[in-house]
C-alpha cells in the first residue's frame, strides 16, 4: 500500500516565484495536514482539512499562502511569492478522523524548499 | 488549553544505554497519547500510542505509559542502538484539541555513539 505521496521532493527556486507543492493522501483516509518544519520553530501545523473541507488555517503564516483540495486524493500548497524565510521542509500528512476517535497521522517524505 | 512539553535535546548516549525521555502534557478530556520518531531526512511515523490511563504503549523496544495521575507519557527503552539516532516527538489527540488535530511536543534529538 502506498504512503502519502508529495511532490516534488526538492525545489529549489527564486525569491518573488511561485511554488507549487502537492501531496497524494493514502486512499481511504479522510483528514489531511499540511506541516512545515525549521530548525528555528520546529514542527508547525499550517492547515487541515477533513472531507475535503479546510477546517483549521490559523497556522498559515499569510496571504502569500493557500492551500486546496479539490478531491479526496490530492492537495496543493502555494506560495506566492515566496521569499528567503519560506525556505523549510513542508510536509504532508494524513489520517483517517472521526468523532470519538483519533488516529495515527501518516507523514510524507517532505519537500525541501529552498528559496534564494 | 492543550499542550505537551518534553525534555530538551539532544540526549547522548552511548550503545546499550538506557534511554528515557520525559514528556508531560496538559489536556482537556482524555486524549490519545502518540510517540513519533523521524530519521534523517524522512518524514515522522509512529513508534508507539495509548489511549487510555494506564494502557503501555510499545514497539521495537521502546515503551511508554498513559500516567494521568502524573499527566506524563516519558519513553523508555533498555538498551539503545546507534541506529536509534533520530529525533522523538511526544504528541496528543483528543476530543478537545480542535477537531481532529494532534498537538506536538518539540522533538528530542537522541544520538547514540558506537
Known amino acids: ?116 | 488549553g492543550n499542550s505537551v512539553t518534553q525534555m530538551e535535546g539532544p540526549v547522548t548516549l552511548s550503545e546499550e544505554a538506557f534511554l528515557t525521555i520525559n514528556c508531560t502534557y496538559t489536556a482537556t478530556g482524555y486524549p490519545s497519547l502518540f510517540w513519533y520518531v523521524q530519521y534523517p531526512g524522512e518524514g515522522l511515523q509512529l513508534l508507539l500510542k495509548a489511549t487510555k490511563a494506564d494502557d503501555k504503549g510499545s514497539n521495537k523496544g521502546f515503551e511508554a505509559t498513559y500516567r494521568k495521575e502524573t499527566t506524563s507519557f516519558h519513553l523508555e527503552k533498555g538498551s539503545v542502538q546507534v541506529s536509534d539516532s533520530a529525533v522523538y516527538f511526544c504528541a496528543l489527540s483528543g476530543p478537545h484539541t480542535g477537531g481532529f488535530k494532534t498537538i506536538f511536543g518539540a522533538g528530542t534529538r537522541l544520538f547514540v555513539k558506537a
Open chain 1, 1 to 116: 500500500d502506498a504512503g502519502v505521496i508529495q511532490s516534488p521532493r526538492h525545489e529549489v527556486t527564486e525569491m518573488g516565484q511561485e511554488v507549487t507543492l502537492r501531496c497524494k493522501p493514502i486512499s481511504g483516509h479522510n483528514s489531511l495536514f499540511w506541516y512545515r518544519q525549521t530548525m528555528m520553530r520546529g514542527l508547525e501545523l499550517l492547515i487541515y482539512f477533513n472531507n475535503n473541507v479546510p477546517i483549521d488555517d490559523s497556522g498559515m503564516p499569510e496571504d502569500r499562502f493557500s492551500a486546496k483540495m479539490p478531491n479526496a486524493s490530492f492537495s496543493t500548497l502555494k506560495i506566492q511569492p515566496s521569499e528567503p524565510r519560506d525556505s523549510a521542509v513542508y510536509f504532508c500528512a494524513s489520517s483517517w478522523s472521526a468523532r470519538g476517535s483519533w488516529e495515527t497521522q501518516y507523514f510524507g517524505p517532505g519537500t525541501r524548499l529552498l528559496v534564494l
